[in-house]
């Protein structure tokens, strides 16, 4: 069964001009359907004092070095920022990619950054309820001319983000596993679900599966929400194995395969990954 990719290259541990190049190469290569970064502050890998280049401003600038391919962050932590700056910032982007930009979120769950900039991240029972709260306001604002939220965590009364998006409705993605939240708040507000490096199409059925009795909860089409796994895509890596990896997800019932890239940003390692997921 044939699928979807896109390709992800994580922000840290390179320069500017070499993501610039793997994206602009991405771009002309019709297999690949989106490209993303992530919306951390440090990096994810050793040495965790390295650079790591800040995911939103990058996307801005790629938006502009692109012209097909689709863009977004997967995914942005809520407590990163108010979720109306998050709207403003989602509606501007797509402006600037021309339609194409895609919002991700999750709910957040780095310490180490979090801690170090005072951004508290909360017990998980807080988080879940930041990140469905925070949903909420975001779609309003896209969505309706004006917006009063009363919640726990957000306050806005009479508030507006102008302009609107180019999209009718910019595609959300929501990330993450957790069965009783934030898979409900996928069933409730998300088009699309990811989840990171499962290890097989079983674990993923399994999580799959809780999806779909939370949208029957919630009375949503489950049909509307694409399905989304990361997986890995390392130097030493067989191209045409990593494509019969995708291929027994895709069979399970996932329909856009993340490739996540580690180590070294080789251009030179694209292009055999491409012709293999093509073939």
């Not at 979720?83 to 999750?106: K, Q, Y």
């Not at 509307?224 to 895709?250: M, N, Q, T």
Request: include cysteine; hydrophobic fraction near 40%.
């Amino acid at each position: 069964m044939t699928g979807r990719h896109a390709i992800k290259t994580p922000p840290h541990h390179a320069t500017w001009n070499e993501f610039l190049d793997i994206w602009r190469t991405a771009d002309d290569i019709e297999v690949f359907e989106s490209a993303w970064n992530w919306d951390h502050f440090y990096p994810l890998a050793p040495p965790y004092d390295g650079p790591n280049l800040e995911g939103w401003t990058m996307l801005a600038a790629l938006a502009q070095a692109t012209s097909r391919i689709r863009i977004g962050a997967m995914v942005n932590g809520m407590h990163h920022r108010h979720p109306a700056v998050t709207a403003n910032m989602a509606a501007t982007l797509d402006h600037i990619s021309d339609g194409r930009f895609e919002l991700g979120m999750g709910a957040g769950w780095n310490f180490m950054e979090s801690d170090a900039y005072g951004m508290p991240l909360g017990e998980l029972r807080d988080r879940s309820d930041r990140l469905e709260e925070g949903m909420e306001v975001i779609v309003s604002l896209l969505k309706n001319t004006t917006t009063t939220h009363k919640g726990r965590f957000f306050q806005l009364t009479d508030a507006w983000c102008e302009p609107k998006p180019i999209q009718q409705h910019i595609p959300i993605v929501i990330g993450g596993k957790g069965r009783q939240r934030t898979l409900r708040t996928v069933a409730r507000l998300a088009d699309q679900w990811d989840i990171t490096f499962p290890e097989d199409p079983p674990e993923w059925l399994e999580l799959d599966e809780v999806l779909r009795d939370h949208c029957d909860k919630v009375g949503r089409d489950q049909s509307e929400i694409a399905r989304s796994v990361h997986l890995g895509f390392a130097a030493d890596d067989d191209p045409a194995a990593l494509a019969d990896k995708a291929a027994s997800f895709f069979e399970a019932g996932v329909d856009i395969v993340v490739w996540s890239w580690r180590g070294d940003l080789d251009l030179a390692r694209l292009e055999p990954l491409a012709t293999a997921l093509a073939n």
